[in-house]
């Protein structure tokens, strides 16, 4: 630590990342990684990448990946722009749309990387609770608008909890907040289809409403970091053309992201066989006394009941030492709960064993 750094940078805690093990026996139920691999073309692509194709500098605005991604969402391709992961997508709507000491509002709980990005900023981080269903209550907008915040994120649906806000909720929200309205969907690939949710077309309807969508969950392509925001062309261009990076995209994930956008199909199929495990690991979980709420992600958040012998720390300890990963947060509303993401059917299996083993008592 020096005395060069800015005060605010001193005084903040960084992120703390879910661990990634070295090995590859670990069942790694932590981060929200998708279960099962990208697109073969993804394979294909990487075979066929050549050294002399990184000697110039990339397609500055990704225009082809764009033109795809505005074609699938039935937007214009200046609608939107594509970031290092969501992550960077995060920081640039801070630093291009919040001035040090304005406010920023969240739902708490949520990311838990939200409050780290606004202190970098030196923003004012202002939390406003959810209600027991884990959603916005009818005073959300109300108070953040209280705390004049000039961008207000919301994970939608909701993490950790799962929870789906529907859009007409979120288009009240937008209408009512006299700040930005962005709405993080990095898990929204895992909703049910016949929910029939579509939160894109906020995006022509309200001018302070941004999108985030990333490739990391949905498109199994964590590793790669590659995401992209959607927004109104005056939301759009200022981030566009000013606060990012001049080349904040590399080539190599530009041809990656377009192989694994256009193979939908593969896509899907994944989100299919999460839902379909998603479903099957509730049931039994709650058989064995471990309750979540409904979830439209690839995770489940489990409340571990008071009487069982360990409670949430304990057991995400044991599971540890039986070499499955699941994420415990110690803080007020999660600390009786853990995040187990949605495995493959043969990760899942085991966990359910584990688990078994742990609380039933023979
Ligand atoms: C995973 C995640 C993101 C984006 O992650 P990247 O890997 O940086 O794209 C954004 N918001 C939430 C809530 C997430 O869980």
């Not at 998708?34 to 225009?63: E, M």
């Not at 566009?240 to 199909?265: C, E, P, W």
């Not at 979830?295 to 409670?311: I, K």
């Not at 899942?348 to 609380?359: A, F, G, P, R």
Request: proline share 6%; net charge negative.
């Amino acid at each position: 630590m020096t005395d060069y750094e800015r005060a605010n940078i001193r005084a903040m805690q960084g992120y703390s990342w879910g661990e990634q093990p070295s090995d590859e026996q670990t069942i790694k139920l932590n981060t929200n990684e998708n279960p099962y691999p990208p697109s073969p073309a993804v394979d294909k692509v990487l075979q066929g990448l050549k050294g002399n194709a990184l000697r110039r500098y990339p397609d500055p605005t990704a225009t082809g990946l764009r033109k795809l991604i505005a074609q699938t969402h039935d937007i214009q391709p200046d609608q939107i722009v594509i970031t290092h992961a969501g992550d960077e997508a995060l920081r640039l709507a801070l630093t291009t749309f919040v001035d040090p000491g304005a406010g920023f509002g969240m739902a708490e709980p949520s990311y838990s990387l939200y409050p780290v990005l606004a202190a970098i900023q030196d923003a004012r981080v202002h939390r406003v609770e959810l209600d027991e269903h884990w959603l916005p209550d009818e005073q959300f907008a109300t108070r953040i608008n209280a705390a004049d915040c000039a961008l207000t994120c919301l994970v939608n649906p909701h993490a950790p909890s799962g929870t789906l806000l529907s859009t007409a909720q979120l288009r009240a929200i937008a209408a009512e907040l006299n700040g930005l309205l962005l709405i993080d969907e990095a898990y929204i690939d895992f909703v049910d289809p016949a929910r029939e949710h579509n939160a894109v077309q906020l995006i022509n309807e309200c001018d302070n409403v941004l999108i985030l969508r990333t490739f990391s969950k949905g498109y199994s392509l964590a590793g790669l970091r590659l995401g992209y925001l959607m927004g109104p062309t005056g939301l759009i261009a200022p981030i566009m053309n000013k606060t990012r990076d001049s080349y904040n995209v590399d080539h190599i994930s530009q041809q990656l992201g377009y192989a694994a956008f256009a193979d939908q199909a593969h896509a899907s199929k994944t989100w299919e066989n999460v839902r379909m495990e998603r479903s099957r690991l509730s049931a039994v979980l709650a058989q064995l006394g471990l309750h979540s709420p409904p979830s439209e992600t690839n995770f489940l958040l489990v409340s571990v009941p008071a009487e069982h012998p360990l409670d949430a720390s304990g057991l995400y300890t044991a599971l540890k030492s039986r070499g499955i990963l699941v994420r415990y947060f110690d803080s007020p509303r999660l600390r009786d709960k853990l995040r187990i993401t949605v495995g493959t059917e043969v990760e899942n299996n085991q966990l359910i064993e584990h688990l078994t083993d742990l609380l039933v008592e023979d």
